[in-house]
């Protein structure tokens, strides 16, 4: 076997497992365009063998392979938040500061655990951004220009992305429309 042909096992293999987590076809994934750069980030971000075994664990398990929790947000939204995100509701609410010297969102204790200790943590610099770790992981950032529009949760909602593949005008005044 070929190192390309390996890939291509591997990415298909990627695909069919993330329809099996995600509820959409493998026809539907490969749709959105984003396969390839998914799969890229996944493995960048956490390694092949992590890759294959998040792959190869029971997704119904509780708790959950973190790195399974990852790859559906992935999907859905077209970030990659690492598996120590990957639960978190409020990711976007402490990592934005307040509006107008308002008090964030969430509070300060309710910070993951990796973060509230960040520059305690050996081989972190005072003052490093919490998201962005010195081990070469990005535990939170957009994979593609355009995993934003191609995210399933708007196929989900039944809605459009917001500034991006815009139904019409007038297309409000209806309500939203669901796949079967």
């Known amino acids: 076997m070929t190192q390309s042909t390996d890939t291509e096992t591997q990415l298909r293999d990627f695909v069919k497992f993330s329809a099996t987590v995600t509820g959409f076809s493998e026809f539907d994934l490969w749709g959105t365009g984003q396969a390839e750069w998914y799969y890229k980030a996944a493995v960048d971000q956490e390694g092949l063998e992590a890759i294959q075994k998040a792959m190869a664990s029971d997704p119904s398990a509780i708790p959950a392979d973190p790195v399974v929790g990852s790859i559906i947000k992935l999907w859905y939204v077209g970030v990659w938040y690492g598996p120590e995100l990957a639960g978190r509701m409020d990711v976007a609410a402490w990592t934005a500061p307040g509006r107008s010297g308002a008090k964030p969102a969430v509070p300060d204790d309710s910070q993951p655990d990796e973060s509230r200790s960040w520059q305690a943590m050996p081989g ?52 939203p429309v669901f796949e079967d």
């Not at 081990?135 to 950032?141: A, C, I, M, N, Y």
């Not at 957009?142 to 949760?153: H, K, N, Q, R």
């Open 124 to 175: 972190h610099q005072a003052g490093e951004d919490r998201v962005h770790g010195g081990d070469g992981r990005t535990p939170l950032f957009v994979v593609s220009p355009d995993a934003y529009t191609e995210g399933l949760l708007w196929r989900a909602i039944g809605a459009h992305p917001s500034g991006a593949k815009a139904p019409g005008y007038g297309s409000w005044a209806n309500p």
